[in-house]
């Protein structure tokens, strides 16, 4: 079955230190793959996307994110984090679906950083 | 203004009470998404529709019904509301059905608890 996988429900860091959220994808699903960010009380919006192309992805508030195939893994990355980064992290892909796409999302990693 | 709304942003209903979920978007999208948002459980489909002539059922349809008003507005009913219906409704539009087109842009959210 198709599946986007998110390993970690929850991670706690400490301001300015970095974090690597993991998310992993089955290889039956397409490599069109996206991060999305919940902040608080609010709906997702998309952080960065791979479609095609360099497999170093940057996005915004400097969130990277690297595609590696050998892997199925699209792990999001930041070398410093803040405060405001405290947020709810969705990876998803794109599978085709009747002449098009649709979307399967992970599970969700809830990052809270600690002052 | 948002692009993406939806009304109410919290709701407290009754079981076997019908309820109607309201999305309007004024970002000339053709399409529009329907989704709940359970803890542990990530985003999944409820219906989908690629215009106002075209309506489908996502992964999780059973107990809810949608309507196609217009280009910009998508309601979601749930026609007689159970308890493991409380969640966290999303609304999202998207306009193209290319990868490179398939961001989705989410509405705020609607609560609704089921008593």
């Known amino acids: 079955a198709q599946s986007v996988t998110q390993l970690d429900s929850q991670v706690p860091v400490f301001e300015e230190a970095p974090v690597e959220l993991r998310c992993n994808y089955s290889s039956s699903v397409s490599v069109y793959l996206f991060w999305y960010v919940q902040y608080p009380n609010q709906g997702l919006q998309l952080l960065l996307k791979?479609?095609?192309?360099?497999?170093l992805v940057k996005g915004i508030n400097g969130f990277e994110a690297e595609f590696n195939k050998s892997q199925t893994s699209f792990h999001l990355r930041k070398p410093s984090v803040h405060i405001s980064d405290t947020a709810e992290y969705f990876c998803a892909a794109l599978e085709p679906h009747s002449g098009t796409y649709k979307y399967i999302f992970g599970t969700g990693t809830r990052l809270k950083v600690l002052a | 203004d948002a692009d993406v709304t939806q009304t109410p942003r919290n709701r407290i209903t009754k079981t076997g009470k019908r309820i109607m979920l309201e999305c309007s978007q004024t970002?000339?999208?053709?399409?529009m998404y329907w989704y709940r948002q359970d803890p542990g459980l990530g985003l999944r489909l409820i219906y989908y529709s690629f215009d106002v002539k075209d309506i489908n059922k996502g992964e999780i349809s059973d107990g809810y019904s949608v309507s196609r008003q217009a280009q910009a507005k998508f309601s979601l009913s749930l026609e007689s509301a159970i308890p493991n219906q409380t969640a966290l409704y999303f609304c999202?539009?998207?306009?193209?059905?290319?990868?490179?087109?398939?961001?989705?842009?989410f509405g705020p959210g609607t609560r609704l608890t089921v008593l």
């Open positions: 791979y479609l095609s192309g360099s497999t």
């Open positions: 999202a539009t998207s306009d193209s059905t290319s990868p490179r087109g398939n961001e989705q842009f």
């Open positions: 970002k000339g999208h053709d399409r």
